[in-house]
């Protein structure tokens, strides 16, 4: 039987059920958005998204398409508040060469993902439905075949200007040759095989050191390119 979320006015997670014949699907619905709407934790946040993707799942398997409905309009909105959560976590790149000297927060937006068991692809892809409008963002996800998280990140993807109108050539320029430059440095680093044995202990300490660097930039410049 379907465990009755009615008794749970906290965020806890009932239980992924065995059997759905006396399942109170409406009022099991309303009480996960109510748990739903303010939950702050990104782990949380998950393990809604993960139970009613194998809720989904069972239901589809089994051929009832009112518990499948259900089951993924409580993943979408699990996915959104995931997505609400993060997007209240500065990026890492905000973080850095802080000159008011107070605090550095202790997690980023993609630090709090990792610890979550989320992939960038996950993370970007919650903050994108969280972008969705809400009057959207309903329609899509009480429509009797609700929307895919896929069909809702689509949505929320910022649409970037496909020409140059409005920028200062000067920047434009510049965005240009940052490109290129980031092109050119790839190249070189991709001919790593042909140095790498020839270099000697002290050079390659200073490469892996480079090449750490490299990766907190890169994880910087993700975020910051999304947000």
Not at 98 to 103: L, Q
Request: proline share 4%; charged share 30%; glycine share 4%.
């Amino acid at each position: 039987m379907v465990a009755d979320m009615t008794n749970q006015p906290s965020t806890e997670i009932s239980e992924i059920p065995g059997s759905i014949d006396q399942a109170r699907l409406p009022a099991t619905y309303a009480a996960a958005k109510t748990a739903l709407a303010t939950c702050q934790n990104v782990d949380e946040c998950k393990d809604w998204s993960d139970k009613a993707q194998a809720l989904a799942s069972y239901a589809k398997q089994a051929q009832d398409e009112e518990l499948e409905a259900y089951a993924r309009r409580i993943r979408n909105r699990a996915i959104r508040r995931m997505g609400e959560v993060l997007q209240n976590i500065e990026p890492a790149a905000n973080h850095h060469g802080n000159s008011t000297g107070g605090d550095a927060p202790t997690t980023s937006r993609a630090q709090a993902a990792r610890e979550a068991g989320i992939s960038k692809d996950q993370q970007v892809q919650a903050v994108r439905v969280a972008r969705v409008p809400e009057q959207v963002f309903e329609d899509k996800t009480e429509a009797d075949r609700p929307a895919t998280i896929t069909q809702l990140a689509d949505i929320g993807r910022k649409r970037r200007p496909s020409s140059l109108d409005g920028r200062d050539p000067a920047k434009a320029r510049e965005c240009k040759a940052f490109i290129q430059d980031t092109t050119r440095a790839i190249e070189r680093l991709r001919a790593w095989r042909s140095v790498v044995p020839h270099m000697t202990e002290s050079e390659r300490n200073r490469l892996l050191s480079l090449v750490a660097s490299i990766s907190v930039v890169c994880d910087d410049l993700e975020e910051a390119t999304e947000t």
